[in-house]
């Protein structure tokens, strides 16, 4: 059978359902390939975000359809290929391990799909599983440090001698003396991340960091992921991360309204924020992000 695959948000960052769907096909002997112009039996639609617009090759002959991933459905791969490892020959380009050691999360933001996808947080994977013969691995979980299962993986992790980067952030409320103590011997491959989605994450912030620095924890880079939601409150949060010396992510609010619109205060907060120069060097009312427009104006 020949099987084609489609990666609609773009090959910026590896979609771990296809890698997972490609090693399965090429188990019972398909021919797995990227979906370009020819014919297939199959073709698998995979995207992450709801706002990613869908766009497929012309003069191609898809087959059966299938689509997935949170931008279409909630829907889980099937366990017997859930459980398998990737296949990393579809992204050459990427050199690390990608892999959950947990599923699920016990929070329930309101804007956050994981508790209604993946349920209450459960194990899922050790780390040996995760980075194969890789000594790089990002994990995906959604929030590790709940799990006394995730603690013993990262445990294991530093034992080994892995670099890591937790890509989803890491739940400062979490964050106490032994965690700050174990985080402090993460070999880290990217920056540590937190979230300020809400101005009741100040305070878990504040202490975290604190722990953090006083145990010497030495990520390349400390930065905070901002939902922008309230103009005011998202604004006290941005200058609360730069009040601490955090860089700031900030991201426009998205749910699953098709073709939302993205309030221009949001756009501007976002471009202005994520532009650390910037950042670092004015208030986000004296940010003009066009002709004639300051963005005090926003306040009045």
Known sequence: MNVGLLDIDGHNYPNLALMKISAYHKSIGDNVSWCMMGNYD???????????????????????????????????????????????????????????????????????????????????????????????????????????WGLQQIEQAIRLNLKLDFNQGLDARLITEDTAKLLAKVKWLTPLRMACDSSSMKEPIRKATELLRKYNCNP????????????????????????????????????????????QWQIDMARYTNHHAIYKTIDFKEYQPRIGFLCSQYFQ
């Not at 508790?115 to 780390?127: D, L, V």
């Not at 998202?234 to 700031?248: E, H, P, T």
Request: glycine letters at 6%.
């Open 42 to 148: 199959r073709t698998y639609m995979s995207k992450v975000f709801t706002f990613t617009k869908e766009h497929t090759p012309p003069l191609a002959n898809y087959g059966e359809v299938i689509k997935g991933g949170t931008g279409y459905n909630l829907d889980n791969l099937p366990v017997n290929i859930d459980k398998l490892q990737p296949d990393y020959s579809i992204y050459p380009q990427f050199t690390s391990a990608y892999g959950f050691l947990t599923r699920g999360c016990p929070n329930k933001c309101s804007w956050c799909i994981v508790p209604k996808k993946e349920g209450n947080i459960r194990p899922y994977m050790t780390i040996e599983e995760v980075a194969g013969n890789r000594k790089e691995v990002v994990l995906m979980d959604n929030n590790v440090l709940a799990s006394d």
């Open 220 to 263: 390349k880079q400390y930065f905070v992921y901002v939902l922008l939601t309230n103009l005011e409150d998202s604004y006290d949060r941005i200058n609360f991360c730069k009040f601490l010396k955090l860089d700031a992510f900030a991201q426009p609010f998205r749910d699953f309204t098709p073709n939302q619109i993205i309030p």
